[in-house]
């Protein structure tokens, strides 16, 4: 593949820092990029993911699902010149997983008292 189908990509985390930008093939899926991701995750930040699924990737406002190609999913800008595409990395917790939490925050407060003072 000639150099130059090679897209830029750099993936803009919840505080604004960045990783990337890496060079990926234009037949990349989603799912690949979600990977990379969570192997690059900064180590130093808190609420990271614990695998692909937890990570929502946005591009021009879109969510992009997993088995789509990045040529798929790239939105034409009159045909920028060389540059790094900013795709947008939202860490979202699994439904199940939230669900239980949130039932075992739910039984504590039951098994507790409380007191009021008029």
């Not at 690059?40 to 609420?47: R, S």
């Not at 800008?77 to 595409?85: S, T």
Request: glycine residues 6%; positive net charge; hydrophobic residues 35%.
């Amino acid at each position: 593949m000639p150099e130059e189908d090679f897209l830029e990509l750099k993936f803009r985390l919840f505080d604004g820092s960045d990783i990337g930008p890496f060079r990926y093939a234009p037949a990349s899926t989603v799912a690949m990029l979600k990977e990379r991701i969570v192997t690059e995750w900064p180590k130093d930040k808190k609420g990271g993911p614990k695998s692909a699924n937890d990570i929502k990737l946005i591009n021009a406002g879109k969510i992009l699902e997993n088995n789509k190609t990045i040529e798929q999913c790239r939105t034409p800008f009159g045909e920028l010149p060389k540059g790094v595409i900013t795709m947008h990395a939202v860490v979202q917790v699994s439904l199940t997983k939230a669900k239980t939490e949130k039932k075992i925050d739910e039984a504590s407060k039951k098994n507790g008292c409380a007191c009021t003072i008029l």
